[in-house]
């Protein structure tokens, strides 16, 4: 991606991440809707006198527009595309959890336009306070997308799933009937994988069993290492007690 002239313009646009580059300049970690996840640089964005400064927000769909031979473009022009989705507190934490699950998950560069609808509807949800039930929709999606689907309608023999049975899930080939092995693993009924399959998640039990599992899935694919968000999202539940 370097050496050839790219410019973008007004592309539909979310901030995921921002950290500072110089006195006056931030680098950009932006999900777009046609290039997919990159960084960007915003030169001046600190001097009392720059307009861009109070736009570049998370949460706000912007329309941005950049351009660049390197791997770091250049922030040329950036407008507010609608009204930015206001969190709760609670909200906003789970917000910052699907943006790290996108810098941590999606190569640079790599298209993923339907991704990035299903992101801001999930955005919109947060800001409805809708929270559990879209996050572990959004994981599975987010998943999806990279090429690892949840398998949840037959186990690793390629029989049905059965909603009255328990089953192990192996994150690398997915549900195995309790009676079959004996694993280390966490359980999930048959119910709970075949709710999540038709995206059915009103049962607390179901939920909670969902969550255990997706659990599971994103720290395989995170490589066991841990996420930042999801440290402060318990330091607030906890405070919020």
């Known amino acids: ?20 580059y110089s006195e006056t300049s931030i680098i950009l970690d932006i999900f777009s809707e046609n290039f997919g996840r990159l960084s960007i640089i915003a030169k001046g964005i600190k001097k009392q006198n720059s307009k861009k400064g109070s736009v570049l927000q998370q949460f706000q769909p912007l329309l941005l527009s950049w351009a660049g031979k390197s791997e770091l473009k250049t922030l ?36 993923h336009p339907e ?12 800001s409805q306070g809708i929270t559990e039930k879209v996050l572990r929709l959004f994981e599975k999606y987010l998943l999806i997308e990279i090429g690892y689907g949840v398998i949840l309608d037959h186990d690793i023999n390629n029989n049905k799933i059965n909603e009255d049975k328990e089953y192990y ?4 080939s997915g549900p195995v009937k309790t009676e079959e092995v004996n694993l280390e693993k966490p359980k999930i009924s048959g119910k709970s994988l075949l709710a999540f399959a038709h995206e059915n998640l009103d ?26 968000s999801r440290k402060l999202m318990n330091n607030y539940i906890s405070l919020s007690r």
Do not use: W
């Open 76 to 111: 040329t022009a950036a407008e507010p595309d609608s009204d930015m989705f206001v969190m709760s507190p609670g909200s906003m934490y789970c917000g910052f959890y699907i943006n790290e699950l996108i810098v941590r998950l999606l190569h640079q560069h790599d298209p």
């Open 115 to 126: 991704l990035f609808i299903y992101y801001k509807d999930t955005l919109k949800q947060l």
């Open 1 to 20: 991606m370097s050496g050839l002239l790219m410019r973008a313009e007004k592309e539909n646009a979310f901030i995921l991440h921002q950290r500072a």
């Open 203 to 228: 049962d607390k039990d179901v939920l909670a069993e969902i969550k255990a599992l997706m659990r599971v899935l994103i720290r395989e694919q995170l490589g066991g290492k841990p996420l930042h």
């Open 169 to 172: 899930y192996v994150p690398e």
